[in-house]
Nanobody, 116 residues
Framework: EVQLVESGGGLVQPGNSLRLSCAAS????????MSWVRQAPGKGPEWVSG????????DYADSVKGRFTISRDNAKNTLYLQTNNLKPEDTAVYYC?????????RGQGTQVTVSS
């Protein structure tokens, strides 16, 4: 059974940082491209960032480019999203998903709230 468990979210002030993690199990993690997807209250899922299976190629939505960094550790079956200079509009539940341009927001996710 495929399991993706996100963690690392929280309540932070604008300008601060969080490191999100996604622990994967139930499939060969290193063989798949991965994405981070977020969903803000009352809105549909938004693709945030993607990474290829080896970790050498990354993509970002314009809204987070230059502030967020996606990475992965295939030995640990874990996907990361370093979020810097957070803004109130980054407030959302963040999900990891299989695929490089996924818009699937499934599972528990991790809540990121940016507020002063």
């Amino acid at each position: 059974e495929v399991q993706l468990v996100e963690s690392g979210g929280g309540l932070v002030q604008p300008g601060n940082s969080l490191r999100l993690s996604c622990a994967a199990s139930g499939f060969t993690f290193g063989a798949y491209d991965m994405s981070w997807v977020r969903q803000a209250p009352g809105k549909g899922p938004e693709w945030v960032s993607g990474i290829n299976n080896g970790g050498s190629n990354t993509d970002y939505a314009d809204s987070v480019k230059g502030r967020f960094t996606i990475s992965r550790d295939n030995a640990k079956n874990t996907l990361y999203l370093q979020t810097n200079n957070l803004k109130p509009e980054d407030t959302a539940v963040y999900y990891c998903s299989i695929g490089r341009r996924s818009r699937s927001a499934r599972g528990q996710g991790t809540q990121v709230t940016v507020s002063s």
